[in-house]
């Protein structure tokens, strides 16, 4: 890819970013149907010849600054969630690219220097 290409190969991603940004906001992680056993002792969930385990529930799962967490996400609120977990899943894809970008523009310039 020739410098002025990737110039605005660089500067369209960067386009695609400011506009992803001012969409709002974004939440890593994914979204799934998460069926739970409680601790109640004689609870249906631990019934011996057929345990019924509670749920579905929608649940958050991800990682932030190396930690594991996850949140239970309300049926109402399950369109936003996947809204805001898909927008960050482009704001990491397009991060990447121009990242790539930056380093081809760099390498660039060194083979020009030798």
Known sequence: MSKQSRNESSAQIHGQLIELLNKGPMLPGSIKKQWNVCG?????CKDPEDPQKHGPYNQLSFTLAGKSTSMFVKDDELDYMTEVTDRYRQFKALSLKLV??????ERDKRKRRK
């Open 40 to 44: 109640m002792p004689k609870c249906k």
């Open 100 to 105: 790539q970008s930056y380093v081809g523009e």
